[in-house]
C-alpha cells in the first residue's frame, strides 16, 4: 500500500498536530497515580487466618461463615486487584500507562509498513466475503512475572474465514514441554549455551497461499475518488499473513523451515519444531514455539546460527533462557534449576487464595485431635462393640 494513502489517526482527535509519519494518539489527561493500600500485618502465630488488605479484616477459618456478603467481599477484591488488559484504543487512553500503549501501536503500524503486508484499497470483489479486524493489546512478562514489553497488535478476525475457500491447512509444529525438558537436560548434561531468541511480527513474514481480503481498518484513509462512498462497499488486499488469520501460523513455520532448511539444517522427524545442525566446530540446535527460538548448542555455531537468522528476520536477542512455556529457568554454576513459581503465583491469584495467609501444613494439626471427633466412641459399651468389629476387617 502506498504509505499516502494510510491516514494514521483514530477517532480521538487532539489539537496539537502530529508529527510527520507518527500515529496522533495523544492522551496528556493521564490519571494521577493511586496510593497502594495499606497491608495489614498478620502475626505469625494466626496461622488459620485469612487476611483481606483493603479492608483490614481477619475471618477465622473456624469461624468464617461463606455467605453472600464474604464472597462478594473477596469477588470485588480480586476484581480490583486484576489489571485487565485494554481492550480498544479509547480504553488505552484512560490507562496511566497510556505513553507504553501508544509507543507500541506506532510500532506495529511501523511493522506493518515495513512488511507491506496491505494492498490497495479497492471496491470490494464480487462473492468476496472480507474479514474483520481487531485491535489486541498485551504485556508480555519475564520469569519475575513482571512486566517487561507492551505488544499492541492489528489481528484479523479469522473466525469468518471459509475452510477450502480462504484457507486449505492450518497445522504448525511447536515444541512441546516434553520436547523443551529433555533439551534442558542435554544442555545441562553437555554443559551447553542456551540463548533465546524472539522474532519482531513474525507472523507478517508469511505469505499466504490464498486470496484474503479484509475491511478497512479505522483510521486507513480511502482513495479520493472514494470519498462520498460507502466504507463498506471498499476492503484491501493482504500481501502477507497477519495475526489472527487461521493459516498465519503454518505460513510463518513454512516460511522459517524453509529458510533453516537452505543452510543444511535438518529437521527432526519426530519433532518438526527441531532444527539441528553440526559441523566441525560443534552443532547447534533450533528449538521453534511459534515466534520464540530457543538456541541450544556449542559457542561458535550458536553465534552462527544467531547470525544466519538475523540477516532474515528481525529478532531481539534475550540472552539466557529465563522464561519459555511457563517454565522459569535459574542458570547457577552447578547446573539450571527450573520450577513455576510464577504459575503457582497466577492460580492463587486466579482461585483468590493470593492474599491468604500462608500455613507451614496444608491442615490444622489441633483440628485432628480424636477427643473432638463427634462420631467416637463415647462409652464402654460402644468401645467393646468397635474392638469386636476390628476382628472382622482383615
Known sequence: MNPNEINREPTIHNSNAPKEGQVLLDKENVIGETSAPKVATVPESQEISINYTSTDELWSRNEMIIDDIFAFSVAAEIIKDDDIEPCSINECTQRQDWPKWKDAIQAELNSLEKRSVFGHIIPTPPNVNPVGYKWVFT??????????????????????????????????????????????????????????????????????????????????????????????????????????????????????????????????????????????????????????????????????????LKREFEMKDLGKTKYCLGLQIEHNANGILVHQSTYTEKVLKRFGMDKAHPLSTPMVVRSLDIKKDPYRPKGDDEISLVQKYHILVP
Open 139 to 308: 504485556r508480555k512478562r519475564n520469569e519475575k512475572n513482571e512486566i517487561s514489553r507492551y505488544k499492541a497488535r492489528l489481528v484479523a478476525q479469522g473466525f469468518s474465514q471459509r475452510p477450502g475457500i480462504d484457507y486449505m491447512e492450518t497445522y504448525s509444529p511447536v515444541m512441546d514441554t516434553i520436547t523443551f525438558r529433555y533439551l534442558i537436560s542435554l544442555a545441562v548434561s553437555e554443559k551447553l549455551e542456551m540463548r533465546l531468541m524472539d522474532v519482531i511480527t513474525a507472523y507478517l513474514y508469511g505469505e499466504l497461499d490464498t486470496d484474503i481480503y479484509m475491511k478497512v481498518p479505522e483510521g486507513f484513509r480511502l482513495p479520493e475518488a472514494a470519498r462520498n462512498k460507502p466504507r463498506g462497499m471498499f476492503s484491501v488486499k493482504l500481501r502477507r499473513s497477519l495475526y489472527g488469520l487461521k493459516q498465519s501460523g503454518r505460513m510463518w513455520y513454512n516460511r522459517l523451515s524453509k529458510y533453516l532448511l537452505k543452510e543444511g539444517y535438518t529437521n527432526d522427524p519426530i519433532c518438526p519444531c527441531v532444527f539441528i545442525k553440526k559441523s566441525e566446530s560443534g552443532f547447534a540446535i533450533v528449538a521453534v514455539y511459534v515466534d520464540d527460538m530457543n538456541l541450544i548448542g556449542t559457542s561458535e555455531e550458536l553465534q552462527r546460527t544467531v547470525n544466519y
